[in-house]
Protein backbone atom coordinates (compact mmCIF):
# COMPACT_ATOMS: atom_id res chain seq x y z
CA UNK A 1 0.00 0.00 0.00
CA UNK A 2 1.01 3.76 -0.21
CA UNK A 3 1.30 6.36 1.69
CA UNK A 4 0.37 10.03 0.74
CA UNK A 5 1.31 13.17 2.67
CA UNK A 6 0.01 16.40 1.59
CA UNK A 7 1.45 19.59 2.81
CA UNK A 8 1.59 23.09 2.12
CA UNK A 9 -1.71 24.15 2.30
CA UNK A 10 -3.04 27.90 4.28
CA UNK A 11 -4.66 31.17 3.52
CA UNK A 12 -4.02 33.07 1.08
CA UNK A 13 -5.71 36.58 -0.78
CA UNK A 14 -6.94 36.02 -3.70
CA UNK A 15 -4.43 36.48 -6.25
CA UNK A 16 -2.08 35.33 -4.43
CA UNK A 17 0.13 31.25 -4.60
CA UNK A 18 0.92 28.74 -2.53
CA UNK A 19 2.40 24.91 -3.47
CA UNK A 20 1.40 21.67 -2.00
CA UNK A 21 3.54 18.88 -1.64
CA UNK A 22 2.28 15.20 -1.53
CA UNK A 23 5.01 12.74 -0.60
CA UNK A 24 4.78 9.27 -1.77
CA UNK A 25 5.95 6.53 0.43
CA UNK A 26 4.88 2.46 1.21
CA UNK A 27 6.68 -0.95 0.38
CA UNK A 28 5.95 -0.96 -3.12
CA UNK A 29 6.04 2.30 -4.28
CA UNK A 30 6.71 2.99 -7.66
CA UNK A 31 6.87 5.68 -10.39
CA UNK A 32 3.06 5.80 -11.50
CA UNK A 33 0.03 8.06 -12.29
CA UNK A 34 -0.83 10.71 -10.21
CA UNK A 35 -3.64 12.74 -9.66
CA UNK A 36 -4.76 15.79 -7.60
CA UNK A 37 -8.55 16.73 -5.86
CA UNK A 38 -10.39 18.89 -4.55
CA UNK A 39 -13.28 19.14 -2.75
CA UNK A 40 -15.35 22.05 -1.20
CA UNK A 41 -18.36 21.82 1.64
CA UNK A 42 -21.29 20.52 0.16
CA UNK A 43 -19.62 19.64 -3.00
CA UNK A 44 -18.37 16.03 -4.64
CA UNK A 45 -14.93 15.75 -5.07
CA UNK A 46 -13.49 17.08 -8.23
CA UNK A 47 -10.65 16.69 -10.35
CA UNK A 48 -8.10 19.14 -10.53
CA UNK A 49 -5.45 17.66 -12.40
CA UNK A 50 -2.89 14.63 -12.98
CA UNK A 51 0.69 13.98 -13.92
CA UNK A 52 1.58 10.89 -15.93
CA UNK A 53 3.86 7.80 -14.89
CA UNK A 54 6.92 9.19 -16.06
CA UNK A 55 6.59 13.01 -15.37
CA UNK A 56 5.94 14.18 -19.20
CA UNK A 57 2.34 14.55 -19.63
CA UNK A 58 -0.08 16.34 -17.20
CA UNK A 59 -3.62 17.50 -17.37
CA UNK A 60 -6.23 19.66 -15.87
CA UNK A 61 -10.02 20.59 -15.40
CA UNK A 62 -10.60 23.44 -17.23
CA UNK A 63 -11.32 25.87 -14.17
CA UNK A 64 -7.44 25.46 -12.98
CA UNK A 65 -5.60 25.31 -16.80
CA UNK A 66 -3.54 27.74 -17.31
CA UNK A 67 -3.51 28.69 -13.24
CA UNK A 68 -1.88 25.64 -12.15
CA UNK A 69 1.11 23.33 -12.64
CA UNK A 70 1.50 19.65 -11.62
CA UNK A 71 5.13 18.55 -11.27
CA UNK A 72 7.21 15.31 -9.87
CA UNK A 73 9.95 14.37 -8.64
CA UNK A 74 10.44 10.71 -8.55
CA UNK A 75 13.84 10.97 -7.05
CA UNK A 76 11.99 12.43 -3.52
CA UNK A 77 8.65 10.57 -4.73
CA UNK A 78 7.25 14.05 -4.10
CA UNK A 79 4.68 15.43 -6.60
CA UNK A 80 4.12 19.33 -6.27
CA UNK A 81 0.81 21.27 -6.88
CA UNK A 82 1.87 25.18 -7.82
CA UNK A 83 -1.38 27.23 -7.31
CA UNK A 84 -1.24 30.85 -9.21
CA UNK A 85 -3.81 33.65 -9.17
CA UNK A 86 -5.85 32.12 -6.28
CA UNK A 87 -9.48 32.68 -6.58
CA UNK A 88 -11.89 32.08 -3.52
CA UNK A 89 -13.74 29.54 -5.42
CA UNK A 90 -10.05 27.63 -4.86
CA UNK A 91 -11.14 27.19 -1.53
CA UNK A 92 -11.34 23.54 -0.54
CA UNK A 93 -9.49 20.55 0.88
CA UNK A 94 -6.81 19.60 -1.79
CA UNK A 95 -6.33 16.09 -1.70
CA UNK A 96 -3.39 13.68 -4.03
CA UNK A 97 -3.86 10.73 -4.89
CA UNK A 98 -2.45 7.34 -6.89
CA UNK A 99 -3.32 6.12 -9.45
CA UNK A 100 -5.30 2.34 -9.39
CA UNK A 101 -3.47 1.71 -13.08
CA UNK A 102 0.00 3.09 -12.53
CA UNK A 103 0.26 4.20 -16.08
CA UNK A 104 -3.21 5.77 -16.72
CA UNK A 105 -3.97 8.93 -15.76
CA UNK A 106 -7.51 9.24 -15.72
CA UNK A 107 -10.19 12.25 -14.37
CA UNK A 108 -12.24 10.04 -12.55
CA UNK A 109 -11.78 9.68 -8.41
CA UNK A 110 -12.55 5.83 -9.09
CA UNK A 111 -9.28 5.35 -11.13
CA UNK A 112 -7.63 6.12 -7.84
CA UNK A 113 -6.87 3.41 -5.34
CA UNK A 114 -4.22 5.38 -2.80
CA UNK A 115 -5.50 8.58 -1.31
CA UNK A 116 -3.64 11.82 1.46
CA UNK A 117 -5.72 12.96 4.22
CA UNK A 118 -5.81 16.53 2.49
CA UNK A 119 -4.82 19.52 3.16
CA UNK A 120 -7.12 22.82 3.57
CA UNK A 121 -6.62 25.58 1.16
CA UNK A 122 -8.49 28.52 1.87
CA UNK A 123 -8.81 31.86 -0.44
CA UNK A 124 -9.90 35.31 1.08
CA UNK A 125 -11.62 37.41 -1.57
Known amino acids: QVQLVESGGGLVQAGGSLRLSCAAS????????MGWFRQAPGKEREFVGA????????YYADSVKDRFTISGDNAKNTMYLQMNRLKPEDTAVYYC??????????????????WGQGTQVTVSS
Open 97 to 114: ASARNPYESKRSPDAYSD
Open 26 to 33: GRTFTARA
Open 51 to 58: ISWNGVTT
